[in-house]
């Protein structure tokens, strides 16, 4: 479904990498993610990379992990559960690895722009929430609202790739160009370039995808999509 929904974009990405907002294009949300999905994930944190920002502080909640029988160390299903009742934003990493369709879907990703290596993360939370500041990201990426609304705002503004340490998050809005100011609504899709600024400002339940793009990593490897069937 993405790769049909790329495909209509009036976007010459040869010449524009300009930031982007597309109303109403995603025709079943549902299809990319769901509460359910979330539930799953949240019980199964030994699959997953998981993680919680505080609604009130905007610092990460740190929830302790715990050895386990014959497996990686990792968070209390509970733990994570009231986390999420209470509130707080949840960002869930690595999401394409749930099933095959996700998988697919970033794969589809990948066929339309070659050079990158693509992801799908989870955003959702049930109450207002601050969120990240302003901040940028080293991939390019796809925002999806499945549920719910965000206000989101994209900036003209990029950093270098000639820095390292940024002050991003000291910035505020007023210091720089606003490109995009509007509230994501189900069905909605945004498009943020590389190393262009940005703020999420969630308000109430919602649910969200992004989809990651990373290039210019000569030593990332390719993620081997394919589906193989034992003997």
């Not at 999420?84 to 066929?111: A, L, T, Y």
């Not at 969200?208 to 000569?218: D, E, Y």
Request: some cysteine; aromatic content about 12%; proline content about 6%.
């Amino acid at each position: 479904m993405i790769y049909s929904t790329l495909q209509t974009l009036d976007k010459d990405w040869n010449i524009d990498d300009e930031p982007a907002y597309w109303q109403g294009v995603i025709d079943d949300p549902s299809y990319y993610a769901t509460y359910k999905d979330v539930e799953y994930c949240l019980n199964n944190p030994q699959f997953f990379d998981i993680q919680f920002i505080d609604r009130i502080s905007c610092t990460y909640v740190q929830l302790p992990q715990f050895e386990r029988c014959w497996s990686r160390p990792h968070m209390e299903q509970k733990d994570l559960v009231d986390c999420w009742n209470h509130g707080h934003n949840v960002i869930i990493n690595n999401f394409d690895q749930i099933d095959r369709k996700r998988q697919q879907i970033c794969q589809s990703v990948e066929e339309t722009f070659p050079p990158i290596r693509a992801s799908m993360h989870i955003y959702a939370g049930t109450r207002d929430c601050k969120s990240f500041r302003i901040h940028e990201d080293h991939a390019n990426n796809f925002i999806l609202q499945i549920d719910g609304e965000t206000h989101w705002r994209v900036y003209n503004n990029r950093a270098s790739n000639l820095v390292n340490e940024l002050p991003g998050w000291n910035l505020k809005h007023e210091d720089l160009d606003c490109k995009i100011d509007v509230i994501l609504k189900p069905g909605d899709m945004l498009y943020i370039p590389a190393r262009c600024y940005h703020q999420a400002q969630p308000d109430g339940r919602r649910l969200s995808v992004s989809i990651p793009m990373q290039h210019g990593f000569p030593n990332l490897k390719h993620r081997d999509r394919k589906w193989y069937e034992i003997l």
